[in-house]
Nanobody, 119 residues
Framework: QVQLVESGGNLVQIGGSLSLSCAFSGITFTDYWIDWVRQVPGKGPEWVSG????????YVSDSVKGRFAISRDNAKNTVLLQMSSMVPEDTAVYYC????????????WGQGTQVTVSS
């Protein structure tokens, strides 16, 4: 049973920083991706960042490039999203999700964690 559990969502001021954590378990594939996807109510999901199981291949969307960084701790089965210089447009529910290949649909999703950026 694959499980992904996000944590770390919070209220943060404009220009502030926040780190999200995705703890995962039960993944049996050797090669897979863990992505961060965010969604604002009434809008479609927006892909934010992704990291391969090897920890070497990472991608970050243009909207957060230079401000967000993704990493993983294999010993703890955790993927981190470090967010800085945050703006109100970063406000969303952040989900982590697993997929087998970069072009594959997502197999599993976490429950999400709320991030709110305000002045």
């Amino acid at each position: 049973q694959v499980q992904l559990v996000e944590s770390g969502g919070n209220l943060v001021q404009i220009g502030g920083s926040l780190s999200l954590s995705c703890a995962f378990s039960g993944i049996t594939f050797t090669d897979y991706w863990i992505d961060w996807v965010r969604q604002v109510p009434g809008k479609g999901p927006e892909w934010v960042s992704g990291i391969h199981s090897d920890g070497q291949s990472t991608y970050v969307s243009d909207s957060v490039k230079g401000r967000f960084a993704i990493s993983r701790d294999n010993a703890k089965n955790t993927v981190l999203l470090q967010m800085s210089s945050m703006v109100p447009e970063d406000t969303a529910v952040y989900y982590c999700a697993e997929k087998e290949r970069a072009s594959s649909p997502y197999d599993y999703w976490g429950q999400g964690t709320q991030v709110t950026v305000s002045s």
